[in-house]
């Protein structure tokens, strides 16, 4: 694995600029030709890392003569054209979730990397944190059994602005995406049906426009388990993300990783420290993991971990979920999915 | 308090012995007049425990002129016509859980100690766990803030017999009737709605008769908390009794307890033991500061810490479940509850 | 085992009615024909229990012809006497700790007992706590190999009066005596030699009187392995007593034990309950435990689990101990028990 | 804080390449100069990692008109002279640690620096550990009251080679050295005397050369605290790092890290991972917390972190360490400090 994969990226919004530094100082295996950003202030955070060149149209990128592979850290709306546009151009494409929110869109993306023969890797980095991945070895290794009971807890430390909310697709395609993919990961088997029950006990204002901001989500997997989310947009005591799979043979649980393993005893008690922060502290070695797997799977031809039938399901859940939350019952997976082969 | 209250106990099966032995070995306030079981072999381990009375037939306990208090552990289909005649002779009753399966019953029930001005108090011992009290009390206190989301994790080590299943109930009104009533206990709300999703993972042969051993059930309360309690038939690691409450500041959970808090470290990794093998090991204090409330109740003329109404509603809910699995919607409690005076 | 043992109880201070009331609730397998206590006051607590006999004279219950085992509770300088005459009336004898403060007056009790063909049990109730004792059972099993040290933390919650503590014996020999006994019990094997570092950081006053309330004391045992124990008088969030013994295959620690399992966030952090308050919550089993040992050991001819030996080597540590305090330096065993046919 | 820091890498062994890498990727405010290693096939990795020039003659470093500070990472006796040189040069001085074995050699660079009035900081890692440093701030904070007694376990997963062992000073220079710095950090008092009990339980060949594996050592504080530490050379779980603060206000403790926080239940009990293998997964991120703090010293003219008095504490703890075990007693610090001015 001598060879280093030619890079360019796409985005230099927070998580762009965390895939850039993460190419730069971690990936002894890749170099970064080019990145692009629609507003030229975000140039010099490449430039001060040593990126040569630096434009504000992604096409310069994907079209790039050098570039194998690019890193789509771009909004929503453009992650299919640019993965639809870079795969004609026989590029390898990483790009961050949701690939689409809706499943035509997603197909049509599936369809030109198939075509075209390069490999589509999903950002769905919550896989690669070691917590998560340890249990799915767990499961993969038949410690626990046949799966009977997924159990995933996953809340925000506070909610973004109400105007963010407006504009974010919903909780289930917005936060709860990120726990579709991880229950699928976990469980190793579709999920067939969706029930939500949910509210919004943080902003009330927010079920104006349709959205929620506490869920519980119960999805029935193809294999006969059953799993339940729970999600919050705010939980005062930090950034909780935890899981816990139970089965035939036993039972194996995630807990939330802390700053420091602290206890402190005072006549009132045992004092232990809060959760990380957010996504950024508690993900933070995951994003590199996960950038590391798709450089391995282009350089040795490995396939994708985290391909578009992912990113299908993973959309597909959260429909069925709103369709669920809107129409109160539960939700075959088939009905959101009637018009796709999957 | 000096005087001590006058019990007659019935049936001394196996939770009629605990609760006798109880009564004797640690309720300083409380002695036992007589004790009934239709078998006689039973009656050896009344008489020494040195109760001087013993006989076949529950009525001789109910109508004893000595008698204050009755303990009923008879099979379910009497707690009601015992808890009746008891109420109409002006004494005290202590009843096992369920009170009965059908509302119409329990409204029975209701009215008769009501109408005879006695006190009526079911036995819901796991209230009275030190783990899921010490909650209850930090949400009373207002330490959690407005309840968004209650988890219950509930599942026994091992499921009884198909034969005894048959007879059961059901898994709803045998076993989850207990997350019913520690989930309104927690929350300190009503339960309005209930949705399950549920399958007989272990015993397959089980749904021939209808019942389920896997179960995920979410509860919806008027307060706006959601719920979700999952059960299993057999956790082959133990009896697996945990809780969370998560509010707008902050979260409060119950772990499980253990016989010993060792942990072994080898070359393998780090090793704790298994939680307390099932219920008699777990609530073995629970029982006994549950029969002391009562005596307590009884003798200082407090209110039931556990009246008909906390039985109705148990069993409303246990109701709804069936109902829920049966025809794969979700329930609302008031369905149930249509002829009844809540 | 039908067999009832015959016991007397001598002293009924507060381990005294520890004892009698475990023998009435909790010993199928024990009687109590008589107690005693020089102050008559105490004698209600035997009567209300159930004992027909009570008596000012420690004397009575030795020589009643149906007791055929005294429990010794009386002070500590009566232990021995007590013990020397009951075995020469043929009676097994169960003893509070210490045997007594001199290794001569500790032979006098072993040869007595010895001559006489009698059991001899000391109450280190410590050896029965869950937790030690299951600590013991795995260096015994081989899973922790070869021990190389032992850590004890051995903290009261507050500290005696002053005014016992003049009379007290000192810390080594009213404290850490239990320690001492804890190390050999876990290890295995005999301590060879002490080496103490302490003070009175708590109280300075009692180091007027030779006494201190804060001590680190090093343990060498004959096997090789190094022991170290931490001792202080104040442990303000409560009773610590924890231990963990390290070896050539693996390392087990036994923590506090709690009231509850809860675990409570909010946005300070994580909260915990204290260890349980002092030695009659800890080891409120152990002491049930432990003298069930006894009335086992008697009426099934098996050797007793603490015997006079055991005594012997924990005052004789403890004298090393205060030796090694004075003179500022490591202090051999032998050189105490130069005198002693050990 | 705009200006970078202009250093010189002095080493490129195991240390040096951390330090080195540390310098290039996570320190924004320097940029390394120069790097020397008398082995030319270690240049290749400073080469790799963008540094212009390399050098076999350390005082190419120390000399470079270019170098503001130099990273001394050479083997132990070059500790001095290097710190000595570069002192003259008005180079501040970052120096891994023991600043030397002899405390005239110590008291030599530090007269050194003095006289040329630039900074001398040494690489005691461990001070900058997330939790051992957030249990000395709740020590400064006063949460702990009056420290009494200090409990550090320290022990590594495997010995070095024997023959290493034969050069590396003893256990006390080569690895409780850095216990003895953490002792005096986290008490914020001066060690006053030493007591070692010791053996070699792992390795017994190598007590034919003076040295042991397993080692108890009591620490006494000119603040009256008592500290205990210890030691193994082979923890066959993993890199066992843990400390304990006990005062008149509470207790603090710092536990191991682990690589996941997983649990897993099966029929045997609850399994979790292993500690953090060694040092260099261990503090991974405090050896660059640590290089920081340099940088920013320097830059920001702040006194230096851990300055040569620690250095020269820290070795004659050590050196009494020694002292102690030869002689078989207590061993008072001013004994080894006699002829130094502290």
């Given at each position: 694995m001598a060879k280093k994969l030619k890079t360019g990226v796409i985005g230099l919004g927070r998580i762009g600029q965390i895939h850039l530094s993460n190419l730069v100082h971690h990936m002894p295996h890749a170099e970064v030709?080019?990145?692009?950003?629609?507003?030229?202030?975000?140039?010099?955070?490449?430039?001060?890392?040593?990126?040569k060149e630096v434009t504000t149209d992604a096409y310069d990128v994907i079209n790039h003569p050098d570039v194998e592979a690019v890193i789509v850290c771009s909004p929503t709306p453009f992650h299919v054209p640019y993965t639809v546009a870079a795969a004609r151009q026989k590029k390898h494409i990483f790009c961050e979730k949701p690939l689409d929110v809706t499943?035509?869109?997603i197909h049509e993306a599936e369809k030109a990397v198939t075509e075209n023969n390069v490999k589509l890797m999903l950002g769905f980095n919550r896989r690669f944190d070691?917590?998560?991945n340890n249990v799915r070895t767990l499961v993969e290794a038949n410690k626990i059994?046949?799966?009977?009971i997924l159990r995933i807890t996953s809340r925000d430390p506070a909610p973004p602005p109400v105007e963010y909310l407006k504009i974010s697709g919903g909780i289930f395609l917005d936060m709860s995406i990120h726990d579709f993919d991880m229950?699928?990961?976990i469980v190793g088997s579709e999920v067939t049906e969706v029930f939500v029950k949910g509210d919004a006990l943080i902003h009330p204002e927010i079920k104006e426009f349709g959205d929620i901001d506490t869920a519980v989500i119960v999805l029935t997997f193809e294999n006969g388990a059953i799993g339940v989310i729970d999600n919050s947009r705010k939980a005062v005591y930090g950034y909780d993300q935890r899981l816990e799979i139970f089965g035939s043979k036993g039972m194996a649980k995630a807990e939330n990783n802390t700053a420091d393993t602290?206890?402190?005893?005072?006549?009132?008690?045992?004092?232990?420290?809060?959760p990380l922060h957010f996504f950024l502290?508690?993900?933070?070695?995951?994003?590199?993991?996960?950038?590391?797997?798709f450089i391995d799977c282009v350089l040795n031809d490995k396939p994708s971990p985290v391909d578009a039938h992912d990113g299908l399901m993973a959309t597909a859940i959260g429909i069925a979920a709103m369709k669920s939350l809107t129409e109160g019952r539960s939700v075959k997976i088939s009905e959101v999915l009637q018009y796709a082969e999957v």
């Open positions: 030709i080019i990145a692009s950003d629609v507003s030229p202030e975000s140039h010099a955070f490449a430039l001060n890392l040593g990126v499943l035509e869109a070691a917590n998560f059994g046949d799966p009977h229950a699928r990961f602290l206890i402190h005893f005072d006549d009132n008690g045992g004092h232990s420290s809060l502290e508690r993900y933070e070695t995951a994003y590199r993991v996960c950038l590391k797997s």
